[in-house]
């Protein structure tokens, strides 16, 4: 399992949908690849703008299928956070 602390790449406002892109490439990737589950620790992030969420997860659910989501887990979300995860979340299982 692979536990990834986005604070320490993002800040408290995760806004940055390159550092997004960077973090999904270079770690999340790899470790779907090799089968591990992931948790992406939103502590200490006060809020995310959904091209950041969008950015991080998206490619991986068109890519991966909706059954990704079961080896993600998102932990210490606010509920701002959680209601952006979800909104992307649901726009890419409809678009699917």
Not at 47 to 66: C, M, V
Not at 67 to 74: A, G, H, Q
């Amino acid at each position: 399992m692979i536990h990834i602390k986005l604070f320490e790449s993002v800040g408290s406002f995760a806004e940055n949908k390159d550092l997004a892109r960077d973090i999904r490439m270079k770690r999340l990737i790899p470790a779907l690849d090799k089968g591990e589950a992931i948790i992406l620790d939103f502590k200490n992030i006060d809020s995310a703008t959904q091209s950041f969420i969008h950015a991080l997860i998206s490619d991986l659910i068109r890519n991966y299928g909706a059954e990704v989501l079961d080896k993600i887990s998102f932990k210490n979300c606010n509920e701002t956070t959680q209601k952006i995860i979800n909104i992307v979340v649901d726009y890419m299982q409809e678009s699917e």
